[in-house]
Nanobody
Framework: QVQLVESGGGLVQAGGSLRLSCAASGRSFGSLAMGWFRQAPGKEREFVAGINWSDSTTYYADSVKGRFTISRDNRKNTVYLQMNSLTPEDTAVYYC?????????????????WGKGTLVTVSS
């Protein structure tokens, strides 16, 4: 079983930055793909960014490309999401997710493990 714990959310003004962290534990991460998803009030959960653990290939939603950067630290079993140039439209609960086997996928249903989420609020 994989446990995922997010941290780093909070309140920030538009144009500001935040870095989210996701600490993973419970099993070997050599074959895990890791991703960040978000869910805004009244909306469905959506893909934000992902990274293959094996070759570090990264993937981004068009809405965050050029502003957000996903990275990982193998020694710490931690995935990060650096978020810059934040806008009120980025306000959401951000979830860390992991997929066992295979590469990263953008579909919510393709992910096997989820954290509890961390709230990001961007004020205008």
């Amino acid at each position: 079983q994989v446990q995922l714990v997010e941290s780093g959310g909070g309140l920030v003004q538009a144009g500001g930055s935040l870095r989210l962290s996701c600490a993973a534990s419970g099993r070997s991460f050599g074959s895990l793909a890791m991703g960040w998803f978000r869910q805004a009030p009244g909306k469905e959960r959506e893909f934000v960014a992902g990274i293959n653990w094996s070759d570090s290939t990264t993937y981004y939603a068009d809405s965050v490309k050029g502003r957000f950067t996903i990275s990982r630290d193998n020694r710490k079993n931690t995935v990060y999401l650096q978020m810059n140039s934040l806008t009120p439209e980025d306000t959401a609960v951000y979830y860390c997710a992991a997929r066992s086997g295979g590469g990263m996928r953008r579909e919510v249903d393709a992910m096997d493990h989820w954290g509890k989420g961390t709230l990001v609020t961007v004020s205008s």
